[in-house]
């Protein structure tokens, strides 16, 4: 059975503090490994797909990277608006465009 | 681009009464939606996957009688909650795939729908 775990459960940040989010998974072929943002009270908005290890993905002060056992966000200079749920899921080969999420990284960035 | 919208953005009925959310995919075609609930402070449950042109399939525990699912068409799916009750009420989130390729689909995901049962 497929298996998400983030990590932390919960992170504050100061505005310009950098740091990491962690997403270890267990998958039967990994066909695609996702992060979404989550704002309170709205649905999760794409931010990347991971494909195989060794795989890197940017947009703006975000950056997610992916190995055999887990994926990182890295969160670069980071501004309040950047606070939000971040998620991770992934896609097997076998359950066909079925998603596992995590439970999710819940985000504050102070100013 | 991959826009998809949800209607009603919420909804507060009583109890016993039937409820129809629409999922819409605005600007690609979508093959396959999804179906998702989340209650407070917790992470996306699946409900259900809904194929174009065929039957739903429902995850375990979810019934497919109260829970019905429509797939009318490559840019619509609904959801139907019937003889809801106040344990029903929740987050209810869609998502949809586009139809061209077939190596890891992307879901992108509507704004949701809060329903609130009385």
């Known amino acids: 059975e497929d298996q998400v775990t983030q990590s932390p459960e919960a992170l504050r940040l100061q505005e310009g503090e950098s740091s990491s989010l962690n997403c270890s998974y267990t998958?039967?072929?990994?066909?695609?490994l996702f992060w979404y943002r989550q704002d309170p009270g709205k649905g999760p908005e794409f931010l990347f797909t991971?494909?195989?290890a060794g795989e890197e993905k940017e947009k703006e002060r975000l950056k997610a990277t992916l190995t055999k056992k887990e994926s990182f966000l890295h969160i670069t200079a980071p501004k309040p608006e950047d606070s939000a749920t971040y998620l991770c899921?992934?896609?097997?080969?076998?359950?066909?465009?079925?998603?596992?999420f995590g439970t999710g990284t819940r985000l504050l960035v102070s100013p | 681009g991959a826009v998809v919208s949800q209607h009603p953005s919420r909804v507060i009925c009583k109890s016993g009464t039937s409820v129809k959310i629409e999922c819409r995919s605005l600007?690609?075609?979508?093959?396959?939606m999804f179906w998702y609930r989340q209650f407070p402070k917790q992470s996306l449950m699946l409900m259900a996957t809904?194929?174009?042109?065929?039957?739903?399939?429902?995850e375990q525990g979810v019934e497919k009688d109260k829970f019905l699912i429509n797939h009318a068409s490559l840019t619509l799916s609904t959801l139907t909650v019937t003889s809801a009750h106040p344990e029903d009420s929740s987050f209810y989130i869609c998502?949809?795939?586009?139809?061209?390729?077939?190596?890891?689909?992307?879901?992108?995901f509507g704004p949701g729908t809060r329903l609130l049962v009385l």
């Open positions: 998958v039967s072929g990994l066909r695609g």
């Open positions: 991971l494909y195989s």
């Open positions: 998502s949809a795939s586009p139809s061209r390729g077939i190596t890891g689909k992307t879901q992108y």
């Open positions: 809904s194929n174009e042109g065929s039957k739903a399939t429902y």
């Open positions: 600007d690609f075609q979508a093959t396959t």
């Open positions: 899921a992934v896609q097997d080969g076998t359950s066909f465009q079925k998603l596992v």
